[in-house]
């Protein structure tokens, strides 16, 4: 067993496709399927289903995927830090272009920037925020760039990012719909999207993939789209509409104030997690691996 058997499988477990995985990681598909052969003879357990419609995993095939995530992650942590130490810390220097999303930009980040800063006093930061869809474009062409997102997954196999990118979803986040405290919306203890999109809604984002991504629960009526998150709880709280929020956004977000709103959980959690993205054409330097590791740090506070 190697470390490349372990990446085709989480692959394939993936994109359900031997053709597709094949595609996104540039290995040749009998490659892959050699490789994964060897596998399943080595450990004498079959982990795939393979029929018409394309592959499944077994039971047994999909706790082998949780553990080969686990190892590759790890493998990743150790191969960071192997970088970093190629060079001092204390000769990091320069500017760390980030490119990051408002939900992060006013929760997180700020505590972010200040823990690098205390141990890397020689590098400065150029921080843009923008929309998920620029900042796909951007990170494609500043090659020595990283991007801070939060991001759901549908939105990601929709646009199929992970073939233009490399992205790499870090945390699951529990969505609520918050509201004035005299919304009607509070008859309900938790409530479907379908519900929600009765009611005018705010929404942080202000390119087509906001629109995109309620698509498959209805009609939305949009009363605001801004990136201005202040903004959009203002509306909010002055009951003219309701709005999405992570629990990053309730718990760290210093524009929202919870004695002006209230907020319920949605129904069948979307699937929307917080990570990064870099360019395809270019391993990330120590000083932003470090900065990721950083970043995974206070994710892990929230």
Same mark, same amino acid.
């Given at each position: 067993?190697?470390?490349?058997?372990?990446?085709?499988?989480? @692959?394939?477990?993936?994109?359900?496709?031997?053709?597709?995985?094949?595609?996104?990681?540039?290995? !040749? #598909? &009998?490659?892959?399927?050699?490789?994964?052969?060897?596998?399943?003879?080595?450990? %004498?357990?079959?982990?795939?289903?393979?029929?018409?419609?394309?592959? !499944?995993?077994?039971?047994?095939? #999909? @706790?082998?995927?949780? *553990?080969?995530?686990?190892?590759?992650?790890?493998? %990743?942590?150790?191969?960071?830090?192997?970088? $970093?130490?190629?060079?001092?810390?204390?000769?990091?220097? %320069?500017?760390?272009?980030?490119?990051?999303?408002?939900?992060?930009?006013?929760?997180?980040?700020?505590?972010?920037?200040?823990?690098?800063? *205390? #141990?890397?006093?020689?590098?400065?930061?150029? /921080?843009?925020?923008?929309?998920? @869809?620029?900042?796909?474009?951007?990170?494609? *062409?500043?090659? =020595?760039?990283?991007?801070?997102?939060?991001?759901?997954?549908?939105?990601?196999?929709?646009?199929?990012?992970?073939?233009?990118?490399?992205?790499?979803?870090?945390?699951?986040? *529990?969505?609520? /719909?918050?509201?004035?405290?005299?919304? &009607?919306?509070?008859?309900?203890?938790?409530?479907?999207?379908?519900? $929600?999109?009765?009611?005018?809604?705010?929404?942080?984002?202000?390119?087509?993939?906001?629109?995109?991504?309620?698509?498959?629960?209805?009609?939305?009526?949009?009363?605001?789209? +801004?990136?201005?998150?202040?903004? %959009?709880?203002?509306?909010?709280?002055? !009951?003219?509409?309701?709005?999405?929020?992570?629990?990053?956004?309730? =718990?760290?977000?210093?524009?929202?104030?919870? +004695?002006?709103? !209230?907020?319920? &959980?949605?129904?069948?959690? $979307?699937?929307?997690?917080?990570?990064?993205?870099? +360019?395809? @054409?270019?391993?990330?330097?120590? &000083?932003?691996?470090?900065?990721?590791?950083?970043?995974?740090?206070?994710?892990? +506070?929230?």
């Amino acid at each position: 067993m190697d470390l490349k058997q372990l990446r085709y499988l989480v @692959e394939i477990a993936k994109h359900r496709s031997m053709t597709l995985a094949s595609k996104r990681i540039f290995i !040749s #598909q &009998p490659t892959i399927s050699n490789a994964l052969k060897n596998l399943e003879e080595e450990l %004498g357990v079959e982990l795939f289903i393979r029929n018409k419609s394309g592959i !499944s995993m077994t039971p047994f095939g #999909q @706790e082998v995927v949780v *553990r080969a995530k686990s190892i590759l992650e790890e493998v %990743g942590a150790i191969q960071s830090k192997a970088q $970093i130490a190629k060079k001092p810390a204390n000769v990091f220097a %320069g500017t760390l272009m980030i490119y990051t999303v408002s939900s992060i930009n006013h929760t997180i980040l700020p505590d972010i920037l200040e823990a690098y800063k *205390r #141990q890397y006093p020689h590098v400065s930061f150029n /921080v843009i925020e923008t929309d998920l @869809e620029e900042i796909v474009i951007q990170v494609q *062409r500043k090659k =020595n760039s990283i991007a801070l997102v939060a991001i759901e997954n549908y939105i990601v196999e929709h646009y199929q990012l992970d073939s233009v990118v490399n992205y790499v979803p870090l945390v699951q986040e *529990r969505m609520f /719909v918050y509201a004035a405290k005299n919304s &009607p919306i509070f008859k309900y203890k938790s409530i479907s999207m379908k519900k $929600i999109l009765a009611y005018p809604l705010v929404i942080y984002d202000v390119n087509t993939w906001a629109d995109e991504s309620l698509r498959p629960y209805g009609k939305a009526n949009v009363l605001l789209k +801004s990136n201005d998150m202040a903004l %959009g709880f203002k509306m909010v709280a002055e !009951s003219h509409a309701v709005g999405f929020a992570s629990n990053m956004v309730i =718990n760290k977000g210093a524009f929202f104030d919870s +004695s002006l709103v !209230s907020y319920i &959980p949605i129904e069948n959690q $979307i699937q929307y997690y917080i990570g990064y993205m870099y +360019s395809k @054409e270019k391993e990330l330097e120590a &000083p932003l691996l470090e900065f990721i590791n950083i970043f995974k740090f206070h994710l892990n +506070s929230i």
